[in-house]
């Protein structure tokens, strides 16, 4: 059945998408009423574009079903795309060996049945529809012979990075396009981008190979103890930037779901994927949320779906800025997974880089950065040009010992393979700070020539847990943070909370007056708060505390959002502006909440 030509058209700057998975398609599509219902079902929850899925976990769609689908929903005037979710079942490819169970059934992708099934349904879905997505489980973990023999004496992660691009080449997007060479083929990734190499999700190779992406902007519940884990709020943000950063303008939709949430945390993904900038929000899926226990949450998007579009209009184009995070792709680190969310979470406005951003004010260089062989040089034309540089105790440990001391001010004194130590207090100018629970830190520096602006204590004596160095009008910074809590080799999401966040507010309004200073902006508010800055505004400010929050933030003349009282203020929010001039803004947040100010 050939495709026929998909002229529907989307309306205003920010659109609404949703998914039908391959069972829901046979379940709820298969009769006249049943899609009359659907488009019903569409209309009511403002989604103009849906993707029919061919296949999910051993469930294969009827192609005469999925045709009929196709043409009620153009004719209602929603743009139609195929979707094909690589997870194994019976009868279907091969699977992989082992399966983990936190990871779901996959797919052995050296495996010649897994080729020869996923591009019959490939070539399918070319003939079908004119775009195709590829689901979130384009990933392996399979061990078998096969895999092994390729892997040879190199890592799991660059064999697997390796056979899934081939895979991809042969298998997905050749048999599309010669099906239909105006089918765009999409690639749709998982928020947990700090694991993406460890199970083949390349993300430099597949951005660039692929026609598009989607990015998961799935956070959840952090607050829930569930497979999902304490994900923070903020994931969000450096995920979608990040790929962003390397995929450009192939960058079409950020997407989540209502698994694992109450209505605060569903609302949070829903305004956290509309801050990061996306033109399309996908809401996966179309079967789970008309379940009794979701509908609530779909209903109460609903509700904030005009002030979630006012913020997309004020937030088209705009230009994130802030401390810029450096990510290399295919990076990783001993001890810092998902280190750049964290930072977030304290209140520190960030952007994210797969390049190292020479431009920047001030540059967060973690133990990802390491896998930059030029990263040493780089960082010392940095700090030459007059600019800053913020670094973790990972990064400064991984240096040369000549250049730790040089650039930094901080000597080695242990090996990180002792593992993180715990402080249950930070000092700052004498006063001690106690945290309700330990704070996990490398603990293997001291000073040797840095400003030790906070410590931390330990049986010999204190240790540096935030320094400075100056370098003229540069500085060179370094924050002792660890976040390591992965739930095993195959685990990608923190499996326990990592208590920086709740660090006392005196720690945290003492690490950001240091780090965002080149950037002309001081904030004094708590941990869990985090603020959004763009060139000229608008500035967001979202409380993801369970507690009201203070925010304060003061901008000199340097600050790239400018006089903060040309900003306007939102008017149909819970939030106070408490006091508002040039060069400061005070806010008074309830729990969970959220506050726009776009440029005026």
Known sequence: MSAPADGQQYSGAFRVATYFPAGAVTELLSRPQQLSDAVAGLKAMQAEHVFLELYRGGHEADEAVLARARDAFRQAGVRVGGGLTTTWGEGFGGPALPQPQEQGSLFCYSHPRTAEDISRLCALAGRLFDHLMLDDFFFTNCECGACRAAKADGPWSAARNRLLVEFAAKAVLRPAHRANPGC??????????????????????QTRQFDAIWVGTETRD??????????????????YRWLADLAGAKTLGGWFDPYGCDEPSYLEQGYQTVLVGTPEMLLFNYHSLHRPQSRPLLEALMRHMPRLRRWAAALRDAKPTGLACYKPPNSTSRGEYYVF??????????????????DARVVFLSGHALADEDVLEKARRHLAAGRSLLASAEFVAGLPADAAEELFGLRRRGSLDEGPAQSGQIRLAGAGFGS?????????????????????GRCEGLSPYFTRRRHGAASAMMLDIQT???????????????????????????IRAAVIEPLGLE???????????????????????????????????????????????????????EARGPDLLKLHLPPRSRHLLAAG
């Open 184 to 205: 765009q083929v999409i690639i749709k990734y998982p928020q947990w981008y700090d694991r993406f190499q460890q199970f083949g999700y390349d993300a430099a190779a």
């Open 222 to 239: 952090p607050h829930a103890e569930d497979q999902f884990g304490p994900v923070q709020q903020a994931q969000s943000w450096s995920v």
């Open 484 to 510: 390591n809590a992965l739930g095993g080799r195959t685990g990608v999401n923190i499996t326990r909370w990592v208590n920086v966040v709740d660090l006392p507010q005196p720690v945290l309004d003492c």
């Open 341 to 358: 969310d964290y930072l977030t979470m304290l209140g520190i406005p960030t952007t994210m880089h797969a390049g190292f951003p020479q």
């Open 523 to 577: 904030i004094c508010c708590p941990g869990r708060v985090g603020i959004y800055c763009f060139d000229g505004g608008p500035l967001a400010v979202c409380n993801y505390r369970n507690e009201p929050a203070d925010v304060e933030i003061k901008s000199a003349s340097a600050s790239p959002l400018g006089p903060l009282d040309r900003l306007a203020a939102e008017q149909d929010t819970a939030a106070a502006v």
């Open 436 to 456: 309700e629970r330990p704070v996990e830190v490398a603990g293997v520096l001291e000073a040797a020539g840095a400003e030790v602006l906070l410590s931390w």
